[in-house]
Structures are given as C-alpha cells and as structure tokens.
C-alpha cells in the first residue's frame, strides 16, 4: 500500500511507486515528529531503567520498613488502563488548579508553574513524565525477580573482602542481571514507541502546533484522517525499519558475556 496512491476508501488506487517515500522526505512535520519519538525513547528509556534498577535494589537488597507497601503502590500504574494514566495526567498538568501547579504555588515557587501541555518547550516532556510513571513499576518487579535470585553468598563474601553496597551493585548484582535488563530494553523501547502514540492521541492530539506529534500519531492522522492511506503506509514501513534496525543495534550493544552462578 505505501506505494500507491489511495485514500482508503475507494477503488481507486494509483501506483506511484517510491514517491510517498520521496515525499516523506522533505516532510518537515514528519520529522518533527521523528524527533519526538526518538527523544521520548532515549530519555524516558534512561530514566526508567535506572530508576526501576534503583527501587529494584533497595527493595530487595535493604531491609526498607514497609517494603511490601512499596512494591505495591509502584505496581499499580501498570495495571491502570492509558486512557485512565492519560486523564489522571492531563488534571496534574492543569495549568489553573492541577496538583503539580498546586504544589509550586504551596511551596511559594510560582516561577516553576507551567502551561505544562501548552508549551510547546516543554509539552513533549510532560507526555515523558507520565510514560515513566507507568512503567517503572512493572520493569522494578521484573528485576527485583532476577535481584532476589542471586545467592547471598556471594554478597556475603563480597562483604568480607571490603565491597561495599555500591560496589556490590556494579560488580555484582548488575553483571548478574544483565541479560534481563538486555531482554527489557528492548521491549521497553517498543512499548514506548507504541504507549507514547496513546498518552499523545489521549492528552493533546500531538499539539500545541505539532509539538507532540510522534510518528506514529502522525502516521494515524495521515492515514485515517487526512485520507492519504498510501502515504500513512509509507510512514508505517519507515516506522517498521526504525523498530527493527533500533531493535538490532540495541541487541548488539548490550551483547555480554553471559555471567553464571
């Protein structure tokens, strides 16, 4: 289909062969858009990664009162529908009476209060911000698994030659996990190429302006909206090359030696 020129909904289609792809090219909304995604994967994948790795170690690792608690209150977003994760954000972000301007305005710190999905600055990251809430928690239990597994006799003895909790992270724990966090990664960055085009569709349509537009919100809109299906496919085999080619280097690049014990 992405070599035809069809609106979706008729008989007629027209073979133009690669110029839906010639098109794309010099589509600057759609490389807005690509650059949206890519910032949403490689900040929202840093940040919940390392904070799931993190509630993941002090949960297992510590003796922290009220553990169970923890485990689940961070679960829960994981559970909760997009659409559900969408509204709950969209009333924090309010700019009039929303709980993050609320909190500012408490703290006396009105200089940090936001149009936090008008902006067109700033848009993109509080769409981040409720990708990373609904994450951590399921990837935290997901590495507390592979954590808890780890004989405590190695830390134990790790103790005994003078390592200390960071050390033990580093030469222990993370080597020990890695190729659960290899495996995650790559799921994580998919999902998030799929979960940001819901939050986006939910919570601003991609405004203000195009400033939240991802790829695959505007693949939609091309296709289902503006009527341009063969151009919207075109759009969808870059998508697919994207995910794939991404999926391949990230395999590459965390390929390790695989630790066992």
Known sequence: MSLYKW?????????????????????????????????LIVVVTLIT??????????LTRENMKGSSFFRVVFYIPNILSIVVIAGIFSAVY??????????????KLEGLQQMWLGDQQIAIFAIGGALIWQAIGYY???????????????YEASSLEGAGRIRQFFSITLPLIWNNIRTTLTFFIISTINLSFLLVQAMT??????????FL?????????????GYGMAIGVVIFLFSFALSAIISHVTKREVYEY
């Open 217 to 229: 919100s505007y693949m939609y809109k091309q296709a289902y909206t503006n009527s341009s299906y």
């Open 140 to 154: 935290m239990v997901m590495y507390m698994s592979s954590i808890a597994s780890i004989p405590e006799s190695l």
């Open 49 to 58: 990664m390392i904070m799931a790795l993190l509630f993941a170690t002090l």
């Open 94 to 107: 309010t700019p009039t009476n929303g709980l993050l301007n609320s909190i500012f305005g408490l703290f």
């Open 205 to 214: 349509g991609g405004g203000p302006d195009g400033a939240t537009e991802v």
């Open 7 to 39: 609106g979706g909904f008729s008989n007629n289609k027209e073979f133009v062969g690669l110029a839906n792809f010639k098109i794309l090219w010099d589509d600057m909304n759609f490389i807005r858009s690509l650059q949206n995604s890519v910032l």
